[in-house]
């Protein structure tokens, strides 16, 4: 039985490109297990982003999108510093999420509890569940104290 021939690494990149966005960071970990020249993975990619077919602020937009109404805005941040994206385009995306932030964090509670808390037990885990969402402290309380019994 034959061995399929080894892909090249644009194909690999396109491969990748085709089923979702990836930042310049993100792609660059892939692909670098497949080339020993780091020279002509980083040409690939400027080639890739010349096109237009790799571009970090198309990855923030649909992390973003795709993230808003299960996560807040510190873990959406979180991630996208994680793989590699400018400050600026973070800053600039998370500035939107911080306006419906509270409207967002009562969904995810509701969603997740649907009463208040009871007990301080209760109500700590609930605080808990909202800050491993990435909700800021200030918008944890204002959720848990609009619901709170305890």
């Given amino acids: 039985m034959r061995t399929p021939p080894e892909k090249s690494l644009r194909s690999r990149a396109l491969d990748a490109l085709s089923r979702r966005e990836h930042s310049r960071t993100e792609l ?5 297990a497949h080339t ?3 020279d002509e993975l980083h040409a690939l990619l400027d080639d890739l982003q010349a096109r237009g077919w790799l571009s970090d602020a198309r990855y923030t937009e649909q992390i973003v999108h ?3 109404a299960r996560y807040g805005s510190r873990k959406i941040a979180f991630e996208l510093r994680e793989q590699g994206v400018d400050a600026s385009l973070i800053s600039a995306s998370v500035a939107g999420l911080k306006d419906t932030e509270l409207e967002r964090a009562r ?3 509701e969603k997740k509890f649907g009463q208040a808390p009871t007990t301080e037990q ?4 609930q605080i808990r569940f909202l800050q ?3 909700f800021g402290w200030e918008v944890i309380v204002r959720v848990i104290a609009g619901h709170a019994n305890c």
């Fill in 28 to 32: 660059a970990r892939k692909l670098a």
């Fill in 107 to 109: 969904a995810v509670w």
């Fill in 66 to 68: 795709a993230r808003q």
């Fill in 122 to 125: 209760e109500k700590a885990k």
């Fill in 132 to 134: 491993s969402r990435g």
């Fill in 36 to 38: 020993d020249n780091p």
